[in-house]
């Protein structure tokens, strides 16, 4: 399988397409022309999904890391975790206060 690796790289497809635009140029059979357009057309839609699917996959990786750092930082416990706030004193008493009265 290690000698097919050469057909997955860039730069071997860069100078296929490249040959085969210039073959392109010369007059050739109607068929020989739908094939290279054919080829060129799947080939593009072959690295459009690719490029697309590793954009998905990156972006459903970030947007987890993000959920999970919100989860681990959260300033929120979980509802039965949670101290019960104080209730609420009651107002002071008016008449003693601290500052004397003149």
Do not use: K, N
């Not at 996959?57 to 947007?63: D, E, G, L, N, P």
Request: aromatic share 12%; charged share 20%; with cysteine.
């Amino acid at each position: 399988m290690r000698w097919f690796s050469f057909v997955l790289s860039v730069r071997f497809w860069v100078f296929a397409w490249i040959a085969i635009l210039f073959v392109g140029l010369t007059p050739l059979p109607p068929i020989a022309e739908l094939l290279i357009v054919v080829g060129c057309v799947a080939h593009g839609v072959w690295f459009v999904q690719h490029r697309l699917r590793a954009v998905g996959i990156s972006t459903a990786y970030v947007r987890a890391e993000a959920d999970e750092f919100r989860r681990r930082h959260s300033s929120r416990g979980f509802r039965g975790d949670m101290p019960r706030p104080p209730s609420q004193a009651a107002p002071a008493d008016p008449t003693h206060h601290s500052e004397l009265v003149r």
